[in-house]
């Protein structure tokens, strides 16, 4: 059971007091766009082998959705931030490099 | 014949007796004793059946480990099946029934599939009761399931009680053998908050019984100081008859209590399941010895060597006068000692290896015992017990050279370290050449969230045999747990203990080595699930490579045996069928729980009421005590109708609709969904959420809204009332409220984040009463205060003020077609006010009615209902609701999904309402048939029934439901199909059934 810290609380809360909430930091695509881009957008989602990025609801606590970066192989979990951002911030990133160094982000 | 010896047993008190039933017979044993051990004491060799050819079975080990001796424990709504007998504490008046057989343990109809076993290979049942296809629904499995299966299940309600409780350490030990204990003290005396876990009532495992000294005492003096100082340290917890079932990810573990098993009539929760967070787990769990493959090794009196030493020495119990000894190590010479110090007789020690020699051996020598090398037991001979066993060499193919008389065979295949905490969480073992056996592989342990491995392994668990090794790698652990969790105190020293000089073991998987078929049929590798080396033999020549393959295909390994004492030997037998070395081959996954916990552990206290709590409206009391049948609706009780002494469900139902439309009633609507939105983007915010215009919406003023997903499907419904220029309230369906809310939450949360809007569920701060009918009005106006007139407050409108003493919010709204008025006051003067209503409603025939009459009425309406006309699918276009769909608005959600072209698609099947031709009702959920049939042979359909009653108003059926091009069809007659078959007429007409015109709601 997955453990992951709510950046809004602060408390490191088990994953039963969470919700999943799928990929993280997508477009989204409304009336007038093109049918492949509202595809991708509401149906086409990674399910990568390693480096993930995903959102979160503290939803048995503070009630605040957040971002996790996770590994999906190890469970390793690089961090957590904000949901009011389009891009994981620069320092997890490095981070992430750094932990693996393989990683390219997409 | 077993017995218990005159002297001996350090476990159990000689002073008193118990008494206890097998199988209906009573019999005696000592406090302190196992179930196993007391059987053993009266002579009871013979305990239970295989699962499979329902061979006689007996005590095999001492511990968890155990795969025969499986009794049904307890007595009617207390009887578990398939308890270890091994594992029982035995009390007094205990009762157990031995499983698997029919009539009776001694005389076994079942034993026919001994006689035909070689009929019964592995894999027997999929290639056998393939055809015809019928057959196995109807014949074979009916059949094999009445003589297959271990113990039947209590068919009654538990009535003992369970708890959960949860624990965070930096340290969590399971196994409180002396690793345990030393990994355990390092820990507590660095500082760290520990929990130690033993699954049995006694510390000190395996050192205790083979009379180790450490740090020059004798291990159970070491034990008893250890416990000692570990109870003196504030932040340690030591619990026994505690197992650790699992670990999960990122230092998550649980650990199963058994708190009363043992005294039953303690008061307690009989489990208690330890929900762990612990930064660190160390596992001690020790390690199984493993069984020899030679022919008959399943016969009651073959045992290992271990749990022979363990029944003597514990329990003062010895399975027979004469013990031949069977090993490919030194370990089960320690047996031979212990029985010759309790005056015992080793009728030889049969040792596989070519030759060797150790301290111990020479030991075992120098007492007179006759030691066999090379040698190997070609098979067991007896029925029902052990009497003596055919020597042949090991090298050869089973040459019978003597037969040697014996009571009871203890043997020894090696050690094997119990990994299966360590893999439970995706730790990988590597193969350990030396001892034969797989061991963690420190470099690949199980992760936690910051990457580090998070289980430590300790002593035997790890693949350190020998004490000395074994403490000093379990301080270390201790030590290093501690250190990580960030408790870095001085550890103390390393326990000392000598680590004695011991001969290679030889690994031996078959016995002797090239034994001929006949043998493999009969060398047991699963006793629980009846496994033989020639089952995974076949299955290997039948092409089940994959070790996870021929689990399945063998079933070895599988049930509650969890590859404990099957796993190696039938991994070996593998490799050397697919000519492949073992590691090559793996292992077979590991999974939780350790040995199997309680169903009631697992529940907790969550059952009968507290299974799921229940949400109350403030009126819920008058409801129950006035006639409600209940519905469950999302965790509110809603009252479905009032039920009047003698009045059958449908007249209570009926009566109400009718007294609503003639006079009034009242409904406790309080669970409708309300949320506040407030803001100055609120408007914007809620263009986006509905589908209709509510940024427009006057203040003072309500308007109904349509709520969709991003994929265009109708998700919820209700209606929003604008309280001031920046505030809404949007009513909800009463299932909806705390999704809708926190859809809102998400979208503003995560898309919309720098709009200035705030929600908030207000659902429970009020209570909301809908007064409905033509006498709605006079009821209300009797009570005084706020003018109600249609004037003053017109319908889809809302007003503030008083109504007698309470503080009320009005909305003009209406889901059943009548002058309506739905109230909300606070929820603390929700029963005072529906008091209130039925007192001066009582001269206008005032009657409360429930959710059915609700539906009725709206569907009478065509009003549709969320999760009825509904399902996921349907999106507000099919249900005719394009009047609530805002065609000014550039967007709100579900709007570019609504124009995909299989949303646009004109054959969708649209809303219509429905009439029988003669009046009766149809079913819900039936579908209208097409002629023809579709490329699976199934009738075409071109529509069916959402939602459907008997209307009392009308006097008849009515229904809605979903018809292709279905508003172009008005007046056409379709076919409904039945329940049962049959086919029931309807004819397309408007969905609208009553007052088309919307006379009465306006007034």
């Known amino acids: 059971m997955l453990l992951l810290r709510c950046p809004y609380c602060g408390v490191e809360a088990d994953e039963t007091e969470l919700a999943p909430g799928g990929q993280a930091h997508l477009t989204r695509f409304g009336p007038g766009s093109e049918d492949t881009d509202f595809e991708g957008y509401l149906f086409m989602r990674k399910n990568p082998r390693g480096v993930h990025f995903e959102r979160w609801r503290h939803a048995a606590g503070c009630g605040k959705w957040f971002h996790a970066a996770r590994c999906t192989v190890t469970l390793e979990v690089f961090g957590t931030y904000s949901a009011q951002t389009t891009e994981p911030p620069d320092a997890l990133v490095a981070k992430i490099k750094e932990k693996r160094p393989d990683w390219t982000p997409t | ?1003």
């Open chain 2, 1 to 1003: 014949m077993s017995q218990r010896l005159p002297t001996g047993g350090r476990l159990i008190d000689r002073s008193r007796q118990i008494t206890f039933q097998f199988n209906e017979e009573y019999l005696k044993g000592h406090p302190g004793d196992t179930l196993a051990s007391a059987l053993l004491a009266n002579d009871k060799m013979l305990v239970g059946r295989s699962f499979k050819y329902h061979r006689p079975r007996g005590v095999v080990a001492s511990g968890a480990e155990e795969p025969n001796a499986l009794v049904a424990l307890g007595k009617s709504n207390r009887m578990e099946p398939n308890q270890r007998a091994t594992t029982t504490e035995l009390y007094d008046r205990l009762y157990a029934r031995s499983q698997n057989h029919w009539p009776s343990l001694h005389f076994d109809i079942g034993w026919i599939n001994n006689l035909l076993s070689r009929f019964l290979p592995a894999g027997f049942y999929y290639k056998t009761f393939m055809h015809p296809r019928p057959f196995w629904k109807h014949v074979f499995e009916p059949f094999i399931r009445q003589s297959a299966g271990l113990g039947p299940a209590p068919d009654k309600p538990d009535p003992d009680t369970y708890e959960h409780t949860y624990a965070h350490v930096d340290v969590l030990v399971v196994g409180g053998g002396v690793a345990g204990l030393t990994a355990a003290l390092a820990a507590g005396r660095a500082g760290a908050s520990v929990m130690l876990v033993e699954q049995s009532a006694q510390f000190g495992g395996r050192a205790v019984v083979d009379g180790d000294e450490i740090d020059g005492q004798a291990a159970g003096i070491w034990v008893k100081n250890a416990l000692q100082e570990l109870d003196n340290m504030p932040s340690v917890r030591v619990l026994d008859r505690t197992m650790g079932a699992g670990v999960y990810d990122h230092g998550y573990a649980l650990a199963y209590e058994r708190l009363t098993d043992h005294a039953p009539d303690l008061e307690a929760p009989r489990h208690r399941l330890w929900r762990v967070r612990a930064k660190r787990v160390v596992m001690a769990s020790g390690a199984y010895e493993r069984p020899l493959s030679f022919g008959g090794n399943d016969i009651p009196g073959v045992m290992l060597a271990s749990a022979v030493r363990d029944y003597v020495v514990n329990y003062g119990v010895s399975p027979g006068p004469s013990t031949l000894i069977v090993t490919n190590n030194d370990s089960a010479y320690r047996t031979a000692l212990t029985l010759l110090d309790a005056s015992l007789d080793v009728a030889a020690v049969i040792d596989a290896r070519e030759t060797a020699s150790s301290p111990l051996i020479e030991q075992v020598k120098s007492r007179g015992v006759r030691v066999d090398f090379g040698k190997a037991i070609a098979k067991a001979k007896g029925v029902n017990r052990v009497h003596s066993a055919a020597i042949c060499a090991q090298t050869g193919d089973g040459t019978v050279l003597e037969d040697i008389p014996c009571d009871a065979i203890a043997m020894s295949g090696g050690w094997s370290p119990v990994v299966h905490l360590w893999s439970h969480c995706g730790g990988k073992l590597n193969w350990d050449e030396a001892g034969a056996f797989f061991r963690p592989d420190p470099d690949r342990p199980p992760l936690d969230q910051n990457g580090e491995g998070f289980v430590v392994p300790a002593g035997a668990a790890g693949g350190d045999l020998g004490l000395g090794v074994a403490l000093a790698g379990a301080h270390g652990a201790g030590k290093a747990a501690a250190s990580d969790a960030g408790a870095a105190g001085d550890a103390g020293a390393t326990p000392e203990a000598e680590t004695p000089a011991e001969a290679p073991l030889k690994p031996v998987w078959v016995m002797p080595e090239n034994a001929k078929i006949k043998l493999r049929q009969k060398m047991w590798l699963d006793y629980q699930n009846d496994v033989k080396v020639s089952d995974v033999q076949l299955a290997a020549q039948e092409g089940f490579q994959s070790v996870e393959h021929t689990k399945r295909y063998t079933t070895l390994g599988m049930a509650t045996d969890q590859g404990k004492l099957s796993n190696i030997n039938g991994l070996a037998i593998l490799s050397s069928a697919l000519s492949e070395p073992i590691p090559q081959v793996g292992t077979t996954t590991f999974r939780p729980p350790f040995t199997p916990i309680s169903m009631g552990s697992i529940a907790g206290e969550a059952r009968g009421d507290i299974f799921q709590p229940l949400r109350r409206t403030p009126i819920h009391d008058w409801h129950a005590e006035n006639g409600a049948h209940w519905e469950p609706v999302g965790h509110w009780r809603r009252p479905y109708c009032f039920q009047r002494p003698g009045e059958s469900v449908e007249h209570a139902v009926a009566r109400e609709v009718t007294n609503t439309r003639l006079k009034v009633g009242l409904l406790d609507a309080s669970t409708l969904g309300k949320i506040l939105v407030k803001g100055s983007d609120a408007g914007k915010f809620l263009d986006m959420m509905y589908t209709n215009m509510m940024s427009s919406l006057k203040v003072g003023r309500c308007r109904y809204g349509l709520m969709c997903s991003e994929n265009g499907f109708l998700i919820d419904d209700g209606v929003v009332a604008r309280l001031s220029e920046d505030t809404f309230l949007c009513h909800t369906t009463t299932g909806g409220a705390d999704r809708i809310h926190g859809h809102m939450e998400e979208w503003l949360q995560t898309e919309w984040w720098d709009w200035k809007v705030f929600t908030v569920n207000l659902t429970e701060q009020f209570a909301q009463i809908a007064v409905v009918g033509p006498k709605a009005r006079a009821v209300l106006e009797k009570l005084g205060g706020m003018d109600l007139s249609a004037e003053a407050l017109p319908f889809m409108t809302w007003a503030d003020g008083k109504i007698g003493v309470f503080d009320a919010r009005v909305f003009r709204i209406s889901f059943s077609g009548e002058l309506s008025y739905e109230v909300a006051v606070p929820a603390g003067q929700g029963r005072a006010f529906w008091d209130a209503l039925l007192e001066v409603g009582a001269g206008f025939g005032i009657m409360p009615y429930g959710t059915e009459a609700l539906h009725i009425m709206r569907a009478e309406k065509g009003f549709i209902m969320i999760g009825d006309e509904t399902d996921g699918t349907v999106i507000p276009q099919d249900l005719g609701l394009h009047w609530a769909i805002s065609k000014k608005k550039d967007d709100y959600l579900g709007k570019r999904a609504q124009v995909r072209s299989h949303m646009a698609n004109p054959d969708r099947w649209q809303l219509v309402g429905l009439e029988t031709t003669d009046g009766t009702v149809l079913e819900d959920g039936a579908y209208a048939v097409e002629t023809g049939v579709n490329g699976n042979g199934q009738t075409k359909v071109q529509g069916r029934v959402t939602s459907t009653y008997h209307s009392p108003t009308l006097g008849r059926g009515i229904a809605m439901g979903l018809v292709r091009h279905g508003p172009d069809r008005m007046g056409e007659v379709l076919s409904f199909t039945r329940i049962g078959g049959g086919r029931q007429e309807a004819k397309i007409v408007s969905p609208v059934f009553y007052d088309s015109e919307g006379e009465k709601q306006n007034v």
